[in-house]
């Protein structure tokens, strides 16, 4: 399981089981100089916290972010940053049952297959919980590219089924949102249709979309490390991702050259672009107009209703998977998108850099 | 542009441009061992071979490769294996016009804001012959994973809107269809759609669907190298791909926990699933059914029909983009998802064999 | 600085400053199913420990493991196992008076010139404390190496010009000398010499030598990431080495083919070598035989007596270093430099087992 | 063997065995808008083709290079550079005979250990022709750094026991040795040492230093990455290198710190050295003096002379290498060591332009 690690100049290693000892993230390679505490990532992990609404479980977890290296007064040195959030309870006992079975939806069947056995306890590495670490990641990320001018916001697009409707969509909205939606009206639609599901013991799934604004044009590496490529897989790593497209994505398929090309035209000394169904990306490198992109949320794979599974010892049985869950996974996992889109965006944003020699020498010769 | 490179253990890395002196791969980390010799690899670059139906463009390209190093005796060595094929043609003026103003849809103005300037001829490191690299290096990788029982298909599931009906399509109608789609009735029905667009200068989308089958369990680095992660990447990285999704993909977001989750159930000895609304792959990791993923593949962006833009000087402009291309890219990017998907897949199930002390201490007793 | 991480299966992140909240590392790759605890980490930190002889400084440091993660019922579940060692003094007005000059030897100047400002507490991240980090991971990968049968030790090859004679060379020896020499007489001589030299408050450098005993043939990826490349690597990469040598090194540079050569010969069915001046590797890959490298070891830079320097401000200045630092790095650097070695020889190692297509077919054919 | 790839940014791919159809390299990260031909990558190359004076074999080899990608009107595009110097003899009949035994001193014995069989023509993959891909792909990195204000240089410091006097020696006198050795009186010596070597059928090894001009302090990554160890890596990683060491390298070993610590003074508003005993490296960063390193070649290990080896049937045989083989490779190997350093160097100074915030955001303002 080497693959804890991502980025090449910006690289955010994280750590930590949902019982264990805590959640950790190595942010390496953090340019020097930039303000930074544990107030500032704080504001970011509580936009994950759990029991804020009643749409997310009520367990209590306070989630405080300690910072352990990388800052010293009030600025980071350019030494890796160590970050911890320390679990509070680690009770163990709520989740001995599903040490034997395999809950449908929940990767302790794989886990199983590829380890040889597993820490059970609350998903261990698999839990939500383990978004912590990319969370705390993506806020010193964000907070760079915040301080060069460029922003990342994310909201959800779609909850169960209910999608927002873009004239009515407002950014101001997103925070009036228990569901982080910037359409209250749908949001209002969206938390009856959840409510149904609630009482049929059921969860449900949705869209996250994100924006970045104000990033330059030329930031992405093709061929393999385009830019859209590796958002698709930083986004896609996310545990309930099933989809990630780009500016029209699926719509893409389905339409015509005429209709999806984006028209280039002045706009006084500048090249912009008409329209953007290519979601801010040329060829994998940007374009200098909004990076788009959406990810489908699978629902919550926990639910209270009866499902058949089977267990450790080859039997068919049935289960109904106790505790308070989440019903839906969408509106927690709106920062975690963005954080995922911020390192990506900020590891290709400093590896653009070195694209021309003509940048590089100025770089020098000002030193 | 350090991104010409994808993998870890088995690596393959591209160079060249569409009118430079040719396009090629360079595998490093293929298992000694393989037979392979050019022939093999030319059954799959064939596959995405211009000029072999009414909807590519007719160039005649022979695009034959050739095996440079790597093979010795009709067996993969172990070293790297180079591989190139040769631009026959290298026609420059026909590309002359284009070097000043920026194609919608292309890379060109990206291209130029990246690097300050750009190989223009036929779309330079960004054209579609790119992917001759591509095919080249998924090759050897099919033939890696075939020899271990490990299949690796796809084929169109949706053109210019027309999908596919699962229960009309089989497997072997794919290479009887002009553009590989498994129901031979949506494939008739998409080539009248196709004619329609070509008669009015336009282009198409569409669907590529993409399976691996006989995959064992266990497969994927979490939490960022996870199996779906890369896949995501890899194919997004293709040149015309605007989403990727898995299994049930953005469908995940519109159902619910109770039929989006997979049961278990044991079939005699073996835990199977009762579905593939996962498409095979639980937390990051395959479940041993099949790996099912789709690509969004945007319309060809060279049409003939009028477009809007501007020039390097500046103004705007209205061009017709002259040439013979293909009305719909989709029929020759099946063999390139195909590649991607076999590239990714054979890495991490390389990787995978080092998740189980016990599995590390078999090998090197046998040794 | 994102070079806080070591190789590729089996990767090692170190983070953490001398005088922050601790030192830490999180190791990724680690297989699943491997006995691991505290004590056993401990074991190897201790071999690094101040204040044991007088040879090394007096402080007081107990540098107590904590395992945070990847690790469930007494076995390692190959995801990230996280180790931290808290600081627990971080008096930090001891080392006001450096923040405004630089130490000749040390990485003050370096620092401030590449980060535009230090941690200058301790020496911050470059501060000897830097390789817990390094001995935490090393230790992991020292335990899985012993359960694959390959040993691997370091020892004292010389200290303040008084090397070792091998005929009198013990490998029980080790622990019972101060300066972990093998060889008791070469350590009693060279306990005298250190004893000169701190009268003289002036310090010594020397060479640690590692060997690695039963690593198979076969290990060691060409032409760049071979076993000698990737061990020079990681032991140059420890704060004091200046040079690395593998086998008889820069003896070989003096010497003629006819002697040099290592010959082959039969031992009953076995190819062995009648000689091992190549120290184990031929073409950047193991031979079967032991691994042999040297590393030398400078001078500690802290010493007494007044040495010439400049200030933050640009004048030159004269300073003594104050407080109680060691005379003689060597002893201390002894399992350093294993647990490096460790590292790069299992990382290669797994890496290894791809190496046939035949070993691959048999690991999956078996599960 | 997924080991053919060295550098982040700055990446160089090589391939082909010394009797394949080629022998060639793929960079990828060289900046856009450096000129570049195959005039100026084959002044490099020619430093070390054969057959140029009686210290080298006399087969005629013109190794010629090619470039196919990557280059446009006279200009890097950013886009990969391959290149390759095809094989003009590839007489397989030569060496049939070496495949069924082991040379001592190659790698035949741990190739067939790793891959189970090999290409034994001429060496294959471990061939010294190898070294071509290194030169090729640092012929690169050295343009750049030259277009940066930054020199490369190295010479043969000592031949068969035989070293400069650095009171004699001046780096004009390099080219007029036909041992680039800058001590032109140590080098006739070391001629007629050679003379009774080769008379003897025998060979010889030597010291090659390398010195890196005009670097700015910053560069290098701590604490895996840093300057030294990546150096360490590229240049043992070089087929005949025994030992790297920087600065006073293995002196060190036995200096103590009065006298092995450089003292920092101010030269006008400059901070310079007063002495250079480190080899401008400071806690693995350059501090802005020359970096100087010294790499251990070992003999030929090809020699007339009777040696014992076995055989693949597991026999002992007695063998007399046959053929015109270099009785010294140091002075072919001078221009490969360069280019090794050339390639890390450039690759890291690439990677210091993100080390502070400040830098960056210059970066992105004026752009």
Chains 1, 2, 3, 4 share one sequence.
């Not at 915040?146 to 697009?157: C, D, F, H, T, W």
């Not at 599901?197 to 970045?212: L, T």
């Not at 500016?247 to 015509?256: L, P, V």
């Not at 500048?270 to 490198?285: C, D, E, F, Y």
Request: aromatic residues 6%; contains cysteine; negative net charge.
């Amino acid at each position: 399981m080497a693959g804890s690690t991502f980025g090449k100049l910006f690289r955010v290693t994280t750590w930590g089981e949902s019982h264990g000892t805590g959640i950790g993230a190595v942010v390496d390679g953090c340019p020097a100089g930039l303000p930074l505490n544990e107030e500032i990532v704080q504001q970011y992990l509580n936009r994950r916290k759990p029991g804020q609404t009643k749409y997310s479980t009520p367990r209590k977890e306070d989630d405080l972010v300690q910072i352990q290296s990388g800052v010293f007064e009030g600025k980071t040195t350019g030494t890796p940053i160590s970050m911890v959030v320390f679990n509070q309870t680690q009770r163990s006992k709520d989740y001995s049952e599903i040490a034997n079975y395999y809950r449908p939806g929940h990767a302790d069947y794989t886990f199983d297959q590829k380890y040889g056995f597993r820490d059970y306890r609350g998903g261990g590495r698999s839990s939500g919980r383990e978004t912590i670490g990319r969370v705390a990641g993506g806020a010193v990320a964000e907070e760079v590219l915040k301080s060069l001018g460029i922003e990342v916001y994310a909201y959800s697009q779609s909850i169960a089924g209910i999608a927002i409707d873009d004239t009515r969509a407002k950014r101001e909205n997103i925070a009036k949102s228990p569901l982080f939606m910037p359409d209250l009206e749908a949001s209002a639609q969206a938390e009856d249709r959840l409510a149904e599901k609630m009482a049929e013991q059921n969860s449900a799934g949705g869209i996250v979309e994100c924006v970045v604004r104000g990033l330059p044009a030329g930031v992405g590496e093709p061929v393999f490390d385009k830019l859209d490529a590796l958002l698709a897989q930083s986004v896609m790593s996310i545990g309930a991702v099933k989809g990630v497209e780009i500016g029209d994505g699926f719509g893409a398929a389905d339409s015509f050259g005429s209709e999806f090309n984006d028209s280039f035209r002045m706009d006084g000394e500048k090249v912009v672009k008409a329209t953007n169904h290519a979601g801010g990306i040329l060829g994998g490198i940007s374009d200098g107009s909004d990076v788009r992109l959406r990810a489908a949320i699978k629902p919550t794979p926990s639910i209270a209703r009866e499902q058949q599974t089977v267990n450790r010892d080859g039997e068919d049985i049935a289960i109904g998977i106790r505790g308070r869950h989440d019903p839906i996974i969408v509106p927690r996992a709106v920062v975690v998108v963005e954080s995922m889109v911020a390192m990506t965006v900020l590891d290709l944003l400093l590896q653009s850099m070195t694209s021309q020699l003509e940048g590089i020498r100025r770089h020098f010769d000002r030193n």
